[in-house]
């Protein structure tokens, strides 16, 4: 006779940021498995099958998404300050890249969506107060600025006034302002928010 053999496997409680726990459906059912669909929290829209599922490892495996959409790509704002390579690394680890303002456009509505709304002006006193890191630095060994993931050029015209000044030698990263709402060089140890960005 077959010996059967149980594997007892608990997921524990999903963590996914911004998204409806309270969403899951009537016919869906947590155990090793099981899909559960999930809705992300409102006003945010969701990216990915929305499909969540416990494994049999114990780990939740998903690709949702919640964040805002803007002419085709996603992008979220995360406000816990981080260094730059931290910043990196937290948008990769979510299949995604530090945002790269490729027009006049985008700037606008990452400012408008996120910027304004999650720093007040008067807690910002002066321009490099309440900076946001994006996918800009330095390309190795020149003092050129580049969004670092496809390499191209920085649009003089996000440039806040007198920036790029490598103020103290040490600034080789690159962050959107509150102030201005415009871009300046910054050292990469700096604490920031940050914002990801991901293609369609
Ligand atoms: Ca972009
Ligand atoms: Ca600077």
Same mark, same amino acid.
């Given at each position: 006779?077959?010996?059967?053999?149980?594997?007892?496997?608990?997921?524990?409680?999903? !963590?996914?940021?911004?998204?409806?726990?309270?969403?899951?459906?009537?016919?869906?059912?947590?155990?090793?498995?099981?899909?559960?669909?999930?809705? #992300?929290?409102?006003?945010?829209?969701?990216?990915?099958?929305?499909?969540? *599922?416990?494994?049999? =490892?114990?780990?939740?495996?998903?690709?949702? *998404? #919640?964040?805002?959409?803007?002419? &085709?790509?996603?992008?979220?704002?995360?406000? +816990?300050?981080?260094?730059?390579?931290?910043?990196?690394?937290?948008? %990769?680890?979510?299949?995604?890249?530090? !945002? +790269?303002?490729?027009?006049?456009?985008?700037?606008?509505?990452?400012?408008?969506?996120?910027?304004?709304?999650?720093?007040?002006?008067?807690?910002?006193?002066?321009?490099?107060?309440?900076?946001?890191?994006?996918?800009?630095? /330095?390309? =190795? &060994?020149?003092?050129?600025? /580049?969004?670092?993931? &496809?390499?191209?050029?920085?649009? %003089?015209?996000?440039?806040?006034?007198?920036?790029? %000044?490598?103020?103290?030698?040490?600034?080789?990263?690159? +962050?959107?302002?509150?102030?201005?709402?415009?871009?300046?060089?910054? &050292?990469?140890?700096?604490?920031?928010?940050?914002?990801?960005?991901?293609?369609?």
């Amino acid at each position: 006779m077959d010996t059967l053999q149980c594997t007892v496997s608990d997921c524990g409680v999903p !963590v996914i940021l911004r998204a409806d726990m309270n969403s899951v459906e009537r016919w869906d059912g947590i155990g090793v498995e099981r899909r559960m669909r999930l809705q #992300c929290l409102s006003p945010y829209s969701r990216k990915g099958s929305g499909v969540i *599922l416990c494994q049999k =490892d114990g780990q939740w495996k998903t690709d949702i *998404l #919640c964040g805002f959409e803007f002419q &085709g790509h996603f992008y979220r704002f995360h406000s +816990e300050a981080t260094t730059w390579e931290g910043a990196k690394a937290r948008c %990769n680890s979510f299949g995604g890249y530090l !945002v +790269e303002l490729d027009t006049g456009n985008e700037r606008d509505w990452i400012f408008t969506t996120f910027i304004a709304p999650n720093f007040r002006q008067e807690d910002c006193q002066k321009f490099y107060d309440c900076g946001s890191w994006t996918g800009g630095r /330095v390309r =190795d &060994g020149e003092l050129t600025f /580049v969004w670092s993931r &496809g390499g191209n050029p920085i649009g %003089n015209n996000l440039w806040y006034d007198g920036q790029p %000044n490598n103020n103290g030698d040490d600034q080789d990263c690159v +962050e959107l302002t509150r102030q201005s709402g415009l871009l300046n060089d910054r &050292g990469c140890l700096t604490p920031n928010a940050f914002i990801c960005e991901w293609d369609p």
